[in-house]
């Protein structure tokens, strides 16, 4: 970015180096409002003569106040100050005894709210702790607390970003509405406000990154900003898009700079583009909503033609006889005969009652054999369920073993995680022990340092009070020298025989001697605040003193805690340790107890298994006989069916059903055989079972 130096001038830092110097405006008002004698004339005079060489500090000329004592020269113009009352103004008249006594015994809440910042006085004078009395400090002034405000509103601007509110009066007889422009751009100027707008627009106070930029503003010239991967070419090419003069902006390693009010024109282009799409958008929106109502619109023009030819039809064939009967014959074409569904269905229900009594008897008959069954298979789940429950009294002991185990290793694993925290904290508590050792040594080193430094500081008091007495002395003999010319000055007006030359150099001595005074009393009031100062710091060290040796003693009693602390967890953890002994004892009594569980768990798992075996080759053989069972049943129910679709036959038929019926029974006969040679095999099974449990 090229700048160009602007020249705003120097005339505001002079006039507040000529305020806040040492020997400025500041330091003088304060220095004669501590002086019992001195008057506004006094206070006048030390300005002229201290500053009155400055360029800035300028005779009087104003026309509003004739009275006025001097002038300075601000960088908006020239402002002329009186100086009357201004150390009755300065100093602080209101007794803080007094503005104590309004904060905590007035019952006027009003009263103590106009208080509330005020510091006051303690009522309780506090104790002396048998220390020498510190000497009073000189009065509070009003310049002296609104130096300390200033000071620290400065603090608080340098550390953020401030943003200023200006208020202007529009005139000056306070009538609403009038408007002075004249009165306005007076105090812009006085403000600041001018220059600091002066700075903005020379300036680029508007910056943007690159990547917010190209979001934002990529609609301008999205080809623009994708013809190149490097943002400077790519910015320069949407800029050069929309004539976008580069005076107006600059282009950094990561931001884009922008002119005061230069933004604003981006801006507005991008408004008025997406103004535009917004309307595309809703003119494509009412277009479909539109379109919509104009179909359905079209579909009822169309639909009441339709309903309208259909009508003059209608009206043109009603007195037609063949339209007549059509219409009073249309309802039954396609009707069925009620007469023959009503002979089909009569014949259907003879033929399915039928055969729903022939079902109704085989049904009969094959329930009272299932009945029997049924029967069986019960007695032989009563026995199975029994042989079962040998088993479990097994099952049950080697699960009370296994609790018994998981019970003795949970113990085992809760004693090594308490002994592994005692040992940690032990190692814990060792460290302290050692870091404090060193905190102690690091305290007496410091104690040693501080006891030093007091020792300097009294020497350094011993040799101010030295000067000071010295400064004292020489401050009586310029007193006394002061008197002699004095008189000497009298007499020389009382005679009026001496010369003209002799009186000049008699008052230009008087003049160097006071301004040596005036020297000397400020040198005398700077060593007094030095004075209080090394008081207050040698009570600060007192204190840190008394901080430091009180820290201390609470390290040693800490350090004896420790120590005490570690002698206890030291007999915890012996404890812990026999207690850890007799529990391995107990462990390996327990293990061994689990060792011969698990052994006779193994043998009652071999004969539980030997017994499964069995039981399931028992169960395969009553699953076929139950599938041998369930086939013969089939080809009865098959022979049934076949039975009953002979049962209108003639004889023949009848002969054939009755050698079915002996081949019935012949089946019957395998079908009992069946089921007792699986009843033998089964308790040969059962028998077997009984033998091995």
Not at 122 to 138: C, F, L, Q
Not at 201 to 222: E, H, I, T
Not at 587 to 608: M, W, Y
Request: charged letters at 35%.
């Amino acid at each position: 970015i090229d700048w160009v130096m602007v020249d705003f001038g120097m005339d505001l830092a002079a006039a507040i180096i000529m305020f806040e110097k040492p020997m400025g405006i500041w330091a003088i008002l304060e220095e004669e409002s501590l002086f019992p004698k001195a008057t506004d004339k006094s206070f006048e005079e030390k300005l002229k003569a201290s500053l009155g060489k400055l360029p800035v500090f300028l005779k009087p000329a104003s026309k509003t106040d004739k009275n006025a004592h001097f002038g300075v020269s601000h960088y908006a113009g020239v402002v002329n100050y009186n100086v009357t009352s201004w150390l009755e103004k300065n100093k602080d008249p209101v007794n803080e005894t007094v503005v104590e006594l309004f904060k905590s015994t007035s019952t006027c809440q009003l009263l103590k709210h106009l208080w509330r910042d005020h510091p006051g006085q303690p009522t309780t004078a506090p104790k002396d702790d048998g220390k020498k009395k510190k000497k009073g400090g000189g009065g509070k002034t009003v310049s002296s607390v609104y130096l300390v405000s200033l000071s620290e509103l400065m603090t608080t601007l340098y550390s953020c970003e401030p943003h200023f509110v200006r208020c202007l009066v529009p005139n000056t007889h306070k009538k609403p509405g009038d408007v002075e422009p004249p009165l306005i751009m007076h105090q812009l100027t006085c403000n600041g406000v001018l220059e600091g707008i002066r700075i903005c627009m020379r300036g680029f106070p508007n910056r943007m990154p690159y990547a917010d930029f190209k979001m934002r503003y990529a609609c301008l010239g999205a080809a623009e900003i994708a013809s190149s991967s490097d943002n400077k070419t790519a910015v320069y090419a949407l800029m050069d898009k929309i004539a976008f003069d580069r005076e107006r902006y600059r282009l950094g390693h990561t931001l884009v700079f922008f002119r005061a009010g230069a933004l604003a024109g981006l801006e507005e282009g991008r408004d008025e583009l997406v103004i535009k799409w917004v309307r595309f958008i809703q003119g494509e929106v009412f277009k479909r909503v539109r379109s919509r109502v104009y179909e359905k619109k079209r579909d009822q023009r169309e639909l009441i033609k339709v309903a309208q030819r259909n009508f003059r039809k209608f009206l043109s064939m009603r007195d037609w006889g063949w339209f007549v009967i059509i219409q009073k014959t249309r309802g039954m074409i396609g009707m069925p005969n009620p007469e023959e569904e009503l002979r089909l269905l009569e014949e259907k229900a003879n033929a399915t009652y039928g055969e729903y009594k022939a079902a109704l008897d085989v049904t009969a008959d094959l329930e009272s054999q299932m009945g029997a069954l049924k029967d069986d298979i019960g007695a032989m789940s009563k026995q199975l369920s029994e042989e079962q429950g040998n088993v479990s009294v097994y099952t049950d002991r080697q699960a009370k073993a296994l609790t018994i185990k998981a019970e003795a290793e949970c113990e085992l694993s809760k004693q090594q995680a308490i002994l592994v925290s005692e040992e940690a904290s032990r190692v814990e508590l060792a460290g302290e022990v050692k870091a404090h050792a060193g905190s102690i040594g690091a305290v007496k080193k410091d104690i040693d340092d501080i006891e030093l430094t007091i020792t300097k500081v009294e020497q350094e008091k011993g040799n101010r009070d030295h000067t000071i007495k010295v400064l004292q002395d020489e401050v009586g003999e310029q007193d006394e020298v002061i008197n002699k010319l004095n008189k000497e000055k009298k007499h020389l007006s009382g005679t009026q025989a001496k010369s003209s030359e002799d009186l000049a150099s008699a008052e230009e001595k008087v003049a160097h001697l006071s301004q040596v005074k005036s020297q000397l009393e400020s040198t005398l009031d700077q060593l007094e605040g030095g004075l209080d100062k090394e008081k207050k710091s040698r009570a600060n060290l007192e204190k840190a003193k008394r901080k430091v040796e009180g820290d201390l003693k609470m390290a040693q009693d800490a350090v004896a805690d420790l120590e005490r602390a570690k002698r206890e967890v030291e007999g915890v953890i012996a404890n812990k340790e026999k207690n850890n002994q007799l529990l391995s004892a107990k462990l390996d009594d327990e293990q061994s107890l689990v060792a011969k569980a698990q052994k006779n768990i193994k043998e009652l798992q071999g004969r539980v298994e030997g017994a499964e075996e069995e039981l399931e080759a028992e169960r395969q053989a009553r699953a076929q006989a139950e599938r041998q069972r369930s086939d013969l049943a089939r080809e009865i129910d098959q022979l049934g069916e076949r039975l009953d679709e002979a049962g209108g036959a003639t004889v023949a038929q009848v002969e054939l059903n009755k050698k079915r019926e002996s081949e019935i029974v012949k089946l019957r006969k395998d079908v009992e055989e069946t089921n007792i040679s699986s009843e033998s095999v089964l308790s040969n099974m059962k028998r077997k079972q009984g033998d091995a449990v």
